[in-house]
């Protein structure tokens, strides 16, 4: 036991000093004594953090924040390896994005990539993504929740714009929108979305419960 908790949290210390050998070597450790490949993937998360907390301090910079992605993307194949992930097919597509003039993606492929772990289905758009791909996509999928992102403040003017996107094709009743990113309480009254969260593991956490209680509703009408 003291073992495993050692490993996890060498593995944050790794993550957070982009040590990509190591972060692999950890898991790979961590998974042959059986510990949740789950647990692996929430101390990677915790150590994209702690870089995403160093390059809002100036002390790393984007390149940085593009390694600590493709190091998650590596350790989620590596997750994944042996694993068939069957996607839950009861519940409707959740739509990603990240907002028109944001590039910024980290946070939102690690997200997807832990809900796809999860057995979520995803349309990850991409990134700098208009508001009418939004509301195309939601259409498409028949989906019910739709997740935007943004790390810059311009993003969050596009956040509302996409909404209200929503709101004009009619989908807007029947869509629960979750923002995410560099965002809060006062972001989130501004743009006008359902929900807002800066945590991977929230985010996929609230997406379960919407679709549960949504599925529930429509069972009883």
């Not at 002390?59 to 600590?68: H, P, T, V």
């Not at 519940?91 to 990240?98: E, L």
């Not at 009418?132 to 935007?148: G, P, Q, T, Y």
């Amino acid at each position: 036991m003291r073992l495993m908790l050692k490993i996890q949290k060498m593995l944050v210390c790794a993550m957070a000093r982009l040590d990509d050998v190591t972060v692999m070597n950890l898991v790979k450790q961590g998974l042959e004594m059986g510990i949740n490949p789950y647990v692996l993937l929430e101390e990677i998360r915790l150590g994209t953090d702690r870089v995403g907390e160093l390059y809002s301090k100036g002390e790393y910079f984007l390149s940085d924040l593009i390694m600590a992605s493709e190091i998650f993307k590596d350790v989620l194949a590596l997750v994944n390896q042996d694993r068939v992930v069957r996607a839950i097919t009861s519940y409707p597509t959740v739509v990603f994005g990240t907002v028109a003039e944001d590039i910024h993606d980290i946070g939102k492929n690690i997200t997807t990539g832990i809900m796809r772990y999860n057995g979520f289905d995803i349309c990850d758009l991409g990134v700098n993504v208009p508001g009418e791909k939004f509301v195309e996509a939601l259409k498409l999928h028949n989906s019910r929740i739709v997740c935007l992102t943004g790390l810059i403040t311009e993003a969050f003017d596009s956040m509302k714009n996409t909404i209200q996107m929503v709101e004009e094709s009619g989908l807007r009743s029947q869509t629960t929108v979750i923002i995410g990113g560099l965002v809060n309480e006062s972001v989130r009254k501004y743009t006008g979305a359902d929900y807002w969260a800066t945590d991977c593991t929230k985010v996929t956490e609230l997406c379960r419960s919407i679709l549960v209680t949504k599925k529930k509703m429509a069972q009883s009408l």
